[in-house]
């Protein structure tokens, strides 16, 4: 019987803010680029499958004052045109470095030894916020024989460069516009967020900070930055005891996990469980007729079917059962994590289930 893990929530402890929620405005952005890895010991893109891949090496060439005479036939097996990816932390400046990841987008086999030439970090804007270049490092690697056999561990043509990107520009923020700091919490709880304002207040005064909704909690700061960070250095570190998560069954059916909150309850009901195992076993007979007959040797089939029907108690759960109690009557009855699935997906049918089911 494969193993059903059933975890359910402890009691909820106080956490800092800077855990629970973020500061509207204050977030990271997502750049992306395009360029040419070179060095490739033979791995790289086949130019007859990817004409980009020459194009963008002839317009690279003539910025150097090169030109490819036309009708040439290049086979660049040593470059791979790549996807290049990176993070721009709020608040970073020109001349700090971002670690890259870089992809190929072609049939190169492995960008493992190359470099990145020089590429443009892009943002939504279309501004250039930062520029990479510098050797990958890849984890994966590819092995293959004369014979076409081949071996491949991990993923090859993804590689990573880090402090591969200088930051080039600022992205604003409003964080020193002077306007009231916003905090957002991470998972939408309107008790959290009542809590987290109660707090503030509770140390700096009343009316400093109001929850806007189950999200928000607007707080009054000061206007010069300095004094801004300084105030939000305080505010981060204050701690929040979270509201508690509502009653949920979480089912995860590609893995047979089942999580189970602490507040899900059970009205009174009956469960019994079985299983109707079918068994068919198929024997041949072989029929010989008796000597100087005129008979035919044949082959007989002799079919074997068996019916196994488990026989489980029934078990009953009292009103306002708690979540040990449903773990322990199930486990008595020795339920599968798929028969379990069943079990609860019939609770919740029929109504008795108090909490909200979901499959992942």
């Known amino acids: 019987m494969a193993l059903t893990l059933l975890v359910f929530c402890a009691e909820v402890s106080a956490e800092r803010i800077k855990d629970i929620a973020s500061v509207a405005g204050v977030r990271s952005n997502q750049?992306?680029?395009y360029g040419l890895?070179?060095?490739?010991?033979?791995t790289g893109d086949q130019t007859t499958q990817s004409p980009f891949t020459t194009q963008s090496f002839n317009n690279m060439l003539k910025q150097f004052g090169i030109t490819v005479p036309e009708g040439t036939r290049m086979q660049m097996k040593n470059v791979a045109a790549v996807m290049i990816q990176a993070d721009l932390p709020a608040f970073s400046k020109p001349g700090q470095k971002l670690d890259v990841t870089v992809s190929s987008i072609s049939n190169a086999k492995s960008l493992r030894g190359g470099s990145l030439l020089m590429s443009e970090l892009k943002g939504l804007d279309g501004k250039t916020y930062a520029v990479a270049?510098?050797?990958l490092v890849v984890g994966g690697f590819g092995v293959e024989g004369g014979d076409g056999s081949n071996i491949t561990v991990n993923v090859p043509s993804v590689g990573r460069i880090p402090g591969g990107a200088f930051v080039e520009r600022v992205v604003p923020n409003s964080?020193?516009?002077g306007q009231p700091i916003v905090f957002n919490l991470h998972q939408a709880d309107f008790t959290t967020a009542n809590r987290l304002a109660t707090a503030?207040?509770?140390?700096l005064g009343p009316d400093v900070a109001r929850p806007m909704d189950a999200v928000s909690v607007r707080v009054n700061a000061p206007v010069d930055p300095a004094q801004r960070v300084d105030f939000l250095a305080l505010l981060e570190n204050i701690e929040v005891?979270?509201?508690?998560?509502?009653?949920?069954?979480v089912i995860n059916s590609r893995t047979g996990t089942i999580v189970v909150g602490q507040h899900?309850?059970?009205?009174?009901?009956?469960?019994?469980?079985?299983?109707?195992?079918?068994?068919?076993?198929?024997d041949f007979d072989v029929s010989q007729p008796a000597p100087f007959s005129q008979g035919q040797t044949v082959v007989t089939p002799d079919s074997n079917i068996e019916v196994d029907e488990e026989i489980n108690p029934m078990f009953k759960f009292a009103p306002g059962a708690t979540l040990e109690d449903i773990v322990k009557s199930v486990n008595n009855v020795g339920a599968s994590p798929a028969d379990l699935m069943a079990i609860l997906e019939a609770l919740k049918q029929s109504g008795a289930l108090k909490a909200d089911l979901m499959v992942i």
Request: charged share 15%; hydrophobic share 40%; glycine share 12%.
């Open 241 to 249: 005891k979270p509201g508690e998560e509502p009653a949920r069954v």
């Open 133 to 135: 270049q510098g050797s």
């Open 175 to 177: 964080f020193a516009n």
């Open 200 to 203: 503030i207040n509770d140390m």
């Open 31 to 33: 750049l992306i680029g």
């Open 37 to 42: 890895v070179v060095g490739l010991d033979g």
């Open 264 to 282: 899900v309850r059970v009205s009174p009901v009956a469960i019994t469980h079985g299983s109707l195992t079918v068994s068919i076993s198929e």
